[in-house]
């Protein structure tokens, strides 16, 4: 057999080339490389009739056989990207044990079949926004990857006006949640009356579960509306709640230059 499992690191092989098992999984529409690592480990994954565990594991795909379940591997679709702005009340998952609605179960509703792509980055149920959606498994990696700290932007209602101390707290100091310690890149007051609270705009550079909700938390506040308007170089200006569309050329140009492995640079 012709698998090899070396950790080596270069440039991006071709798709003649040895390139990691996730990484080809991911092309084939498995899921994110974390989530094909996660297939490998549990023993799904057979490369030449031979079960593969080790993370790691690189392959030729002109020479060597991969199947998933005992099937052959679904041609690869080509890469598609969309954006969507989720409203309030759905859960960014495939499927929810309680039968509770999901974005896709939604976007089915609006004669969206959409079940095969990804979703990059969570939103709670009740945060609302912007939503990448995308088969492409290596974009889905370089975008959520932490060592990436790619830029999203949210807007925030909370019931008062933040002090000086506590946004010098969540954005220089960082504030616990858990046993962890959360940033916020910038927070800045927006000039949006509301009878409920004060509006805020936050940048963020990390993906915590939860993270906006837990540093408000910290400082005494909960939150209000929670909405993604920005991941990367996408907006979410003009799209309305519950409407999908395709990513442009520039948008998904942009994408692919902030996540690129060997581009990006850790913020320090």
């Not at 929670?226 to 991941?231: A, G, S």
């Amino acid at each position: 057999m012709s698998v090899r499992t070396t950790l080596d690191q270069t440039s991006p092989p071709g798709d003649n080339e040895a390139i990691r098992l996730n990484r080809y999984l991911a092309r084939h529409n498995l899921g994110s490389r974390r989530e094909c690592d996660r297939l490998i480990a549990a023993g799904k994954v057979a490369v030449n009739g031979a079960i593969v565990t080790e993370l790691g594991t690189r392959i030729d795909p002109k020479h060597d056989t991969v199947t998933f379940e005992g099937e052959p591997l679904k041609p690869i679709r080509p890469p598609e990207y969309l954006m969507y702005h989720k409203p309030r009340g759905q859960l960014v998952t495939a499927h929810d044990p309680q039968g509770r609605e999901t974005i896709y179960d939604a976007l089915e509703r609006a004669r969206h079949n959409l079940r095969h792509l990804k979703y990059v980055g969570r939103l709670d149920r009740n945060s609302e926004g912007l939503l990448i959606l995308t088969n492409d498994g290596d974009l889905v990696h370089a975008l959520t990857h932490p060592r990436f700290h790619v830029k999203k932007q949210y807007e925030v209602l909370v019931g008062r006006a933040l002090k000086p101390r506590e946004i010098e707290a969540m954005v220089k100091e960082g504030v616990e949640s858990d046993g962890a310690v959360l940033h916020a890149g910038a927070i800045r007051p927006l000039p949006k009356a509301d009878e409920r609270g004060v509006w805020y705009e936050l940048d963020l550079y990390e993906g915590k579960n939860r993270q906006i909700r837990r540093m408000f938390d910290a400082v005494g506040l909960d939150v209000i509306r929670l909405r993604r308007v920005q991941f990367g170089v996408v907006k979410l200006r003009g799209l309305k709640r519950g409407a999908v569309r395709p990513l442009t050329e520039r948008e998904t140009a942009g994408l692919k230059k902030l996540g690129h492995p060997l581009r990006k640079k850790p913020r320090s």
